[in-house]
């Protein structure tokens, strides 16, 4: 299992990176493409969209399933990744590098409160069973 | 306790993806279904199809119960390992499950049925038997287990795990099968590429599994089957046909023979219900993906999407719909995506053959 140590992680299996600038970068975990399958389609949220936490804010497609994806906090979206949309299997060979949006946390402590490595792990772990 | 084939162990030394298919612990992929359906459609991928249930009909007028059991005519089987694809159907016309069947003499027909059915089939099955005093024997097939070999290199992968087979396949038609030794080999399948479905006792089943991946196939899962399937523009019993709808807006007249005097069963609510609907084949023109369920507009009323998914030969999205009658092939119709409506167009299916695009 993948799980990088020096990112965060909801429980709907989005990663999220806290940039320097205080943005957050978000993506699918290793875990979710690999009950997914090979992705097929991505829709990435428009932006400038504010997104409340836990908002269905992009779509992942698998050629076996469609899933949303979450805003982890409350923001507004300040990118979209047009290279996913344009090569969906790069979230497949890179979970980590095909990122799908950015976004500004209205309250920048928020990523405090989302799942460390290990709390991930045990997640999943526990799905798992 | 989910049900295991006997190659439940080999697809586990493979690394396969196992998921609940029906009750069944079966393979979806072995790492990239994708990668898995190029290579049907390039080389040859084999698939466990050891869910399926042979049946053994047995006895004195097998053929007579057939004939009034099925929608399509048994009498087009006339040489033993002839087979033939066909709808059995409840007498409201609706169809109870899709099957093959073949022909091996006069007092032996073998029919192939689907997993998620098995039990309902054998059921109605028996229930016609003591109904119509038919007094034949029917015997579940547990004990065989069944690969699909599929793909363009078929054959030459049968010939090299099978030392002797290719003298005894020779020739052998599509729909046709043939006793090798313990195993019975038909040219049939679910992909729309050449290939066969071998039927072999359960106990030799992992050794033949291995031959096959020795002699250069890939196994390939359940996934890129269904994808594989719907390029060729296949019925999947349950999605794109079931119980309350008639073969005759699914697609499937041409295995409804109503040439024949037959009574069989159906037959009736068949020639006295209107048909409104058809089974037409779209193929997604905006970006996004097809899935079943989806609501589809067209000028006559609105229809479903029986059966979606991502075309990895086409590149783009393709589905099986049924929609009202009157919507030729060229003609567009739009589909409720979520929150969007996409625009697509309706084919002629199958979308692909023989590794090639039809559309």
């Avoid at chain 1, 906090?73 to 095909?98: C, L, R």
């Avoid at chain 2, 990239?32 to 290579?39: A, T």
Wanted: glycine share 8%; with cysteine; charged share 25%.
């Amino acid at each position: 299992m993948n799980i990088p140590a020096d990112l965060k992680y909801t429980k709907s299996h989005e990663w999220v990176r806290v940039e320097a600038d205080g943005s957050l970068t978000v993506g699918i975990t290793h875990h979710a493409q690999d009950l997914l399958g090979d992705m097929v389609f991505v829709e990435t949220p428009a932006v400038g969209r504010t997104v409340s936490a836990g908002e269905e804010c992009a779509v992942v497609e698998s050629v076996k399933a469609a899933s949303d994806v979450y805003a982890p906090v409350a923001g507004e979206i300040t990118a979209g990744n047009a290279d996913v949309e344009a090569s969906p299997e790069k979230i497949n060979q890179d979970p980590y590098g095909a990122w799908m949006f950015k976004i500004r946390p209205v309250d920048a402590s928020a990523a405090n409160g989302l799942l460390d490595a290990a709390a991930y792990q045990a997640l999943v772990e526990a799905e798992a069973h | 306790m989910l049900k295991q084939t006997p190659l439940n162990a080999a697809h586990r030394e493979l690394g396969a993806k196992m998921v609940d298919f029906g009750g069944w612990d079966m393979p979806v992929n072995y790492g990239s279904q994708i990668e898995e359906h190029h290579v049907v459609r390039s080389a040859c991928g084999i698939f466990d199809v050891s869910h399926m249930l042979p049946v053994d009909v047995k006895g004195e007028g097998v053929r007579a119960f057939l004939r009034r059991l099925v929608a399509n005519n048994v009498d087009k089987l006339q040489t033993p390992g002839k087979a033939l694809y066909s709808c059995m159907l409840n007498e409201r016309g609706g169809v109870i499950d899709d099957l093959i069947i073949y022909f091996m003499d006069e007092r032996w027909f073998r029919i192939v049925v689907n997993a998620g059915t098995a039990d309902k089939d054998l059921a109605w099955m028996q229930d016609c038997n003591a109904a119509w005093d038919a007094n034949l024997s029917l015997a579940p097939r547990r004990d065989l287990a069944m690969i699909a070999i599929q793909g363009p290199q078929a054959a030459a992968v049968l010939h090299a795990a099978m030392p002797g087979s290719e003298q005894m396949t020779e020739g052998l038609k599509p729909f046709n099968a043939v006793n090798v030794g313990e195993m019975f080999v038909a040219r049939t399948g679910y992909t729309g590429e050449d290939g066969y479905e071998v039927m072999v006792p359960a106990k030799s089943a992992p050794f033949f599994w291995k031959a096959l991946l020795e002699a250069g196939a890939k196994p390939a899962g359940l996934g890129a089957r269904d994808t594989l399937r719907l390029e060729a523009g296949m019925n999947l019993y349950g999605q794109d046909m079931d119980e309350t709808v008639s073969p005759l807006e699914s697609g499937l007249a041409w295995t409804v023979d109503l040439k024949s005097e037959r009574d069989f069963v159906g037959r009736k609510a068949l020639e006295t219900s209107e048909i409104t609907r058809q089974l037409v084949g779209l193929v997604l023109l905006d970006k996004g993906v097809l899935r079943a369920h989806q609501r589809v507009h067209t000028k006559h009323g609105t229809g479903e999407i029986t059966s979606g998914t991502f075309s990895p030969t086409l590149q783009q999205s393709i589905a099986l719909a049924r929609i009202p009658l009157g919507i030729a092939p060229g003609e567009m119709v739009e589909v409720e995506v979520r929150d969007k409506k996409l625009q697509a167009n309706v084919v002629k299916y199958p979308f692909v053959r023989n590794g090639k695009a039809l559309i």
